[in-house]
């Protein structure tokens, strides 16, 4: 069984993305997350609110 990724662990990889990968492939990979099963409700969120402040529709 896998562990699901919590919030923390989510804004520390949005913070990572946001410093070393170009937009249109973070917004890939958050948007990729999203549909996952393998995140938390909590988690999700975090990356549709980093969707949001990169400028993509959500």
Not at 29 to 41: F, G, M, N, P, Q
């Amino acid at each position: 069984m896998f562990k699901k990724m919590t919030e923390r662990e989510a804004q520390e990889n949005v913070t990572a993305m946001l410093a070393e990968t170009p937009r249109n492939a973070r917004q890939f990979v958050w948007r990729e997350a999203i549909k996952s099963d393998r995140l938390t409700e909590e988690a999700k969120e975090v990356y549709r609110e980093a969707l949001r402040k990169d400028g993509a529709k959500v």
